[in-house]
């Protein structure tokens, strides 16, 4: 069954349901599949001024299969990244510099031309003091060329990180700690504000500055988890846009984004 998705389209719109003004700066192709993702994310609520249609550009695809514990296996037709860059038009940092903080993963950071404009809204958002959140969430076959690239290039978006948000396996290839308690010490030395690690099953810490939080995982009936850790910081940034990223917003929202990335477990997709 065909279900939106992408991983800032997924945070976006889950962070717009829960009451966050949000823009998503990018773009899809100019083809059926690219109006029907467009009009799912406005149904969402989700400001799209900075979101385009890039002609003759086609709207990535990906097929996905489950297997039996809702584990995906991921098939991608198309370059939904080649939208992004011709959807924006040049306008990123015109984007970043109408917001009040930035949001981005690595899966604009593997290719030089992305990686460049990603990098330059970073960079950007650090000059005007905007609260950055980073979340590697990493998808290895946008690294085949170069896999260690992968960790380095989401190590050099640490420094100044509002809040980096990431999975075990993930920690663990920025940082080469095993233990979600040694990797979330060693991100906020690397000068990350604030840290959150997911652990699946095993549930959730954050660390920062005179915050400690761990939240255990909820019980779901598990159909799919794609999309669960999209559905878990959309929640969060909800709620950091609520009080202007006031750092204790954080430890609130946790145990409703670990509840509500439960709920989307039992879902076939995130925003379904």
Not at 41 to 49: F, Q
Not at 67 to 90: H, I, M, N, S
Not at 125 to 145: Q, S, Y
Not at 160 to 171: I, P, Q, S
Request: hydrophobic share 45%.
């Amino acid at each position: 069954m065909p279900s939106p998705g992408g991983v800032t389209a997924n945070v976006a719109a889950t962070a717009a349901r829960h009451g966050g003004s949000v823009s998503l700066a990018g773009g899809v192709g100019d083809d059926r599949w690219g109006a029907w993702l467009h009009d799912r994310l406005a149904e969402a609520d989700v400001d799209l001024r900075w979101f385009g249609r890039a002609a003759g550009c086609a709207t990535a695809i990906v097929l996905v299969t489950l297997d039996d514990r809702g584990e995906p296996t991921w098939q991608l037709y198309g370059d939904g990244v080649a939208a992004t860059v011709d959807g924006l038009g040049g306008r990123l940092l015109d984007a970043v510099e109408a917001t009040d903080a930035l949001f981005f993963t690595s899966n604009t950071l593997a290719g030089a031309a992305e990686a460049e404009l990603t990098m330059a809204a970073r960079e950007r958002a650090l000059e005007l003091g905007r609260p950055i959140v980073f979340d590697p969430n990493l998808r290895m076959r946008r690294w085949r060329a170069n896999p260690g690239r992968a960790g380095t290039m989401s190590r050099q978006c640490v420094p100044g990180a509002f809040l980096v948000k990431c999975n075990l396996a993930e920690a663990r290839l920025m940082t080469g700690e095993a233990n979600a308690e040694a990797a979330a010490a060693s991100l906020l030395a690397a000068g990350a504000r604030n840290v959150v690690i997911t652990r699946g099953i095993g549930g959730a810490i954050l660390r920062g500055k005179g915050m400690r939080l761990d939240v255990r995982a909820q019980p779901a009936r598990v159909r799919s988890t794609v999309g669960a850790g999209d559905v878990f910081l959309g929640v969060m940034i909800a709620q950091l846009g609520q009080t202007d990223y006031y750092p204790s917003a954080l430890a609130a929202a946790l145990p409703e984004a670990a509840e509500e990335a439960a709920r989307a477990c039992e879902r076939w997709g995130a925003l379904e």
